[in-house]
């Protein structure tokens, strides 16, 4: 698809470079998983432990350069790639080697087959960490995750059961995840076309950041994040939406699908209010929006209700949501603030303990922003009903406000938590792919995306638990820059519109 404004398709030569590039990369990566990743074995605990550990180098070298080739090879090719289809080929090729990897860059997989474990053998795993329930694979598990609560939705819960169920043992448990995690990345495969031509966003970029990203292969397809099975979900829901507007058969199922989205992972909850904007057909009103927007919230609590009656597990996950903070690192902002209050309070000789205080901050400046964003969604679509051939105006407009808010809403959730991980940034990225119309204004959000994917190694070591003074000063000059900058961007804005105002005069 075509975009006024979009950059022609890269040459041949660079095309062919970055595909075989990133190849290579994802070879390295694989190799680096068998040499010393994340293992069933739980060993190392710092770059310096696995630097000394059985074939330090190599595994420290093919991750480095691996990491180095597939971001490189992403980052050439990020104002698009030469065709939609050319984009999937390359994906897929370079998810091939990682298929056949262990678990990468994290050991959360365990934890799942561990929770799985404890509901199919009776334990509530909202009541009680994978230690206590006699998990009998906890020695794969991370050591802080050990006594926590679940805090993924009833839905996840099952299907891990369901994993441990199948898989018969720990190694079939964790393919049976992986398979999971499979179906999720190709069913966002699947919705992406559909959404990147319903919002007006070239097919060919949208394909390339969104699936050629090396946190998909790492983090989604080797790790086996359930984000892949959530943002499936996600954006089945959103296609239904964007293309049966008003239907309220239709909206009933995108519900349905959004409502299972969040009972894999909550994130997906901010997305639900911008989603009820594309579920409106129509001029827009406050009566259309609650009739259109009532049909997706019922499918979404008929799904909750439904799951968590057929779970019997009830809504004990949301409990377990809170521990999901006792990670502290600076790569979440609102900590990396926190950390660096503490370090400035203990050189005039006081302990304020401030990053409590910081992630609460970032909970309300969130919760602001998301309001903002939707209100500011939702006035961009109102204007449009007095616009001349309203229905076609709406039309093209209802898709790309509803996604790219739904993808601001998601980067600010990921930016205000108080836990970041690599991963989490697929969120965004995802969403931000299929709405931004420009390329020149993805550096933004695709320049984080690859400064995460080198941020853990094979093993799941997280390397900001030791860069956590430098890392936390870096971030927070990052935070107060952005700080000034949206200051000055505020102030100028009143100014420019009435300079506009007297040139129209």
Not at 67 to 82: D, E, F, Q, S
Not at 437 to 447: C, E, G, P
Not at 490 to 500: I, K, S, T, V
Request: glycine share 12%; proline share 7%; net charge positive.
């Amino acid at each position: 698809m075509t975009v006024p404004g979009d950059p022609p398709a890269p040459s041949r030569r660079r095309a062919a470079l970055a595909r075989w590039a990133g190849l290579l990369g994802a070879v390295l990566l694989t190799v680096a998983g068998w040499l010393g990743g994340a293992l069933p074995e739980l060993t190392g605990g710092s770059p310096i432990d696995t630097w000394q550990g059985p074939r330090g180098p190599a595994v420290l070298g093919c991750w480095l350069a691996g990491t180095g080739l597939t971001v490189g090879a992403w980052w050439a090719l990020r104002r698009g790639a030469p065709s939609t289809g050319w984009a999937y080929r390359t994906a897929g090729l370079w998810l091939l080697p990682l298929l056949a990897a262990p678990p990468l860059g994290s050991r959360d997989v365990y934890s799942y087959a561990c929770q799985g474990w404890s509901y199919a053998h009776g334990r509530d795993p909202y009541e009680v960490g994978v230690a206590a329930a006699g998990c009998p694979w906890l020695d794969s598990v991370a050591p802080i995750w050990r006594d926590t609560p679940a805090p993924y939705g009833p839905l996840f819960v099952l299907l891990a059961a369901l994993a441990v169920a199948l898989g018969g043992g720990l190694v079939g448990a964790l393919a049976v995840l992986r398979l999971y995690a499979v179906a999720g990345v190709l069913l966002t495969a699947l919705c992406l076309p559909g959404l990147a031509r319903a919002a007006g966003a070239p097919t060919r970029r949208a394909a390339w950041l969104a699936l050629a990203a090396p946190l998909v292969g790492v983090h989604l397809v080797a790790g086996a994040h359930n984000d892949a099975v959530a943002l499936g979900l996600l954006l089945l829901a959103l296609l239904v939406l964007v293309r049966r507007p008003g239907k309220p058969r239709a909206l009933l199922l995108a519900g349905a699908l959004l409502g299972l989205a969040v009972l894999v992972k909550a994130t997906a909850v901010v997305v639900l209010p911008f989603a009820a904007l594309a579920a409106v057909l129509g001029p827009y009103t406050w009566r259309a929006l609650l009739r259109d927007g009532g049909w997706l919230a019922g499918g979404a609590l008929a799904a909750a209700l439904a799951t968590s009656l057929a779970s019997g597990l009830g809504l004990g996950w949301v409990g377990g949501l809170a521990r999901s903070g006792d990670s502290a690192q600076w790569t979440s902002p609102p900590t990396a603030v926190g950390f660096v209050v503490n370090y400035v309070g203990r050189l005039v000789g006081r302990r304020p303990d401030a990053v409590p205080a910081a992630r609460a901050a970032g909970l309300l400046l969130l919760m602001v922003l998301l309001v903002a964003l939707w209100w500011w969604a939702w006035r961009s679509l109102r204007r449009l009903n007095d616009v001349r051939q309203r229905a076609r105006a709406l039309a093209a407009a209802r898709p790309r406000v509803a996604l790219l808010g739904a993808g601001l809403a998601l980067a600010a959730t990921v930016a205000l938590s108080p836990v970041f991980h690599p991963w989490y940034a697929l969120w965004p990225l995802t969403l931000l792919a299929v709405s931004v119309i420009r390329a020149a204004r993805t550096t933004w959000f695709v320049l984080p995306c690859a400064v995460a994917a080198v941020l853990t190694l094979p093993d799941g070591t997280n390397l900001a638990r030791f860069t956590k003074a430098p890392g936390a000063i870096a971030m927070t000059a990052l935070v107060l820059a952005l700080a000034v900058w949206a200051f000055v961007a505020a102030r100028a804005a009143p100014a420019a519109l009435g300079d506009e105002r007297a040139v129209g005069r």
